[in-house]
T-cell receptor, first 114, second 113 residues
Framework: GAGVSQSPRYKVAKRGQDVALRCDPI?????LFWYQQALGQGPEFLTY????????KSGLPSDRFFAERPEGSVSTLKIQRTQQEDSAVYLC????????????FGQGTRLTVV | SQQGEEDPQALSIQEGENATMNCSYK?????LQWYRQNSGRGLVHLIL???NEREKHSGRLRVTLDTSKKSSSLLITASRAADTASYFC?????WGGGNKLTFGTGTQLKVEL
C-alpha cells in the first residue's frame, strides 16, 4: 500500500475489556514495530517483528500485552483486561531490514480506557 | 525508557526566523533520526544522520551530530507556520536489533505569523 495503515484510529474501552489494534505495513517491508506514546511524551518501543518472527518484545509492559504477525504482513497488538494506564497512542512502523534506513509510521490508534 | 532529552521542551518563534532544537542521548549509536509529529497524527521522518557523519542538509533542514558529546541539533531555517509541530530525535543504537528506535522527549515548536 501507499503507507502504513492502522485501525481503528480511535478506540474507547471500558476498564477490563480486551482490545485488538491492527497494523497494515508497507508492502514488502520485512520489519514491523509497535510503539506506545503517552500524552506529551516520545514514543516508547514495545515490540519488533522480522517477517513473522517476533525478535524483541522487551518493551511490552505486562503479560496483558500480546502481539502477533502470523503471515509476516499484517500485525495485531492485543491488550487484555485493559487498565487506565494503557490509555495512549499506539503507533506501528515498518521498514526494510537493512541498517541506516528510516521507519515509516502509521497514524496511530488512540486508545482511551474509561 | 527514553534515550535522552531534547532542549528546549517548547519553542515559539516568528515566521521567517530560524529554529534550533537540541537532542542528547546516552548510548553508542548507528544513526540518529529526526521526526516531526503534527498534533494527533503519526510521525514523519525528516532526516537521518549516520554515526560517522557530522553534518547533513535537506532543504531547509540542517542536522549536526557530535558523537563525542552524544548530542545532535536540528536547525530549521526560514520557518513557516506549517512547521508548527513536535520534533523528536530518535537513535538507532549500535547494539539494538533492526532499526529499533529510542526516542527523545520532543520539542514543541510553534511558528507564529
Amino acid at each position: 500500500g501507499a503507507g502504513v495503515s492502522q485501525s481503528p484510529r480511535y478506540k474507547v474501552a471500558k476498564r477490563g475489556q480486551d482490545v485488538a489494534l491492527r497494523c497494515d505495513p508497507i508492502s514488502g517491508h520485512v520489519s514491523l514495530f509497535w510503539y506506545q506514546q503517552a500524552l506529551g511524551q516520545g514514543p516508547e518501543f514495545l515490540t519488533y517483528f522480522q517477517n513473522e518472527a517476533q525478535l524483541d518484545k522487551s518493551g511490552l509492559p505486562s503479560d496483558r500485552f500480546f502481539a502477533e504477525r502470523p503471515e509476516g504482513s499484517v500485525s495485531t497488538l492485543k491488550i487484555q483486561r485493559t487498565q487506565q494506564e494503557d490509555s495512549a497512542v499506539y503507533l506501528c512502523a515498518s521498514s526494510t531490514p537493512t541498517g541506516n534506513t528510516e521507519a515509516f509510521f502509521g497514524q496511530g490508534t488512540r486508545l482511551t480506557v474509561v | 525508557s527514553q534515550q535522552g532529552e531534547e532542549d528546549p521542551q517548547a519553542l515559539s518563534i516568528q515566521e521567517g526566523e530560524n529554529a534550533t532544537m537540541n537532542c542528547s542521548y546516552k548510548t553508542s549509536i548507528n544513526n540518529l533520526q529526526w521526526y516531526r509529529q503534527n498534533s494527533g497524527r503519526g510521525l514523519v521522518h525528516l532526516i537521518l544522520i549516520r554515526s560517522n557523519e557530522r553534518e547533513k542538509h535537506s532543504g531547509r533542514l540542517r542536522v549536526t551530530l557530535d558523537t563525542s558529546k552524544k548530542s545532535s541539533s536540528l536547525l530549521i531555517t526560514a520557518s513557516r507556520a506549517a512547521d508548527t509541530a513536535s520534533y523528536f530525535c530518535a537513535t538507532d543504537d549500535r547494539w539494538g536489533g533492526g532499526n529499533k528506535l529510542t526516542f527523545g522527549t520532543g520539542t514543541q515548536l510553534k511558528v507564529e505569523l
